[in-house]
């Protein structure tokens, strides 16, 4: 269980790291924002990378868990869609620094920590998957590679991090909304003939 202290810490890392970068965030940073002095942090930490590895594995743990919960219901196939985009994008705006963190500069960890976060991005992809051929099974979905329509979701998901605003017309959930309309009916009107296979 993380000390009050540790959280602080945890949390002054996040904002650093999202406003500076990772590499451009020092410990004496991360010191200083806590009102620590440098050797006294280390009593709470081990590295400035063991911290981008504690962001981002509680990150994508939480990615990971929301997405299990939708998938362990007894909802339909396009219910557990638009719910999965849903808590992707209300938890990614909702921790936007953490956010922001994980997908920008979790490349930063070495070996095997980086290996460790991959694991997990590789789970949330299965679990996107397994969505789908849910759906196809059950004649909801017409997907002809369920792994890289997952892969097309995410990305589109992921990149809110970059444009989303408070201060915008839409809140997340309508974001969510609109994502999930196109990802369920396409582009492409009824009397539209489409683009010829």
């Known amino acids: 269980m993380a000390s009050n202290r540790q959280k602080e810490i945890a949390l002054a890392a996040v904002k650093l790291f999202e406003q500076k970068g990772y590499h451009a965030t020092s410990v004496q940073d991360i010191a200083d924002e806590v009102g620590l002095q440098k050797g006294s942090l280390y009593h709470y930490i081990h590295s400035k990378e063991d911290l981008l590895l504690q962001i981002a594995h509680e990150a994508i743990t939480e990615f990971n868990d929301n997405l299990q919960a939708v998938l362990d219901t007894d909802m339909s196939a ?30 930063s960890l070495g070996d095997p ?85």
């Open 78 to 107: 396009p219910e557990k869609l638009v719910k999965a985009v849903e808590n992707h994008i209300t938890v990614s705006v909702s921790n936007m620094e953490t956010t922001t963190v994980l997908l920008r500069e979790a490349f």
């Open 113 to 197: 920590q980086h290996q460790v976060i991959q694991d997990l991005t590789d789970k949330y992809v299965d679990l996107w998957t397994q969505v789908l051929e849910e759906g196809a099974r059950s004649g909801e979905f017409h997907v002809r590679e369920p792994k890289v329509v997952a892969l097309a979701i995410l990305g589109a998901c992921n990149w809110v991090y970059r444009w989303y605003r408070q201060s915008g017309q839409l809140t997340p959930s309508q974001v969510a909304r609109v994502f999930s309309d196109m990802f369920l009916n396409g582009l492409t009107s009824d009397n539209h003939p489409g683009v010829q296979q």
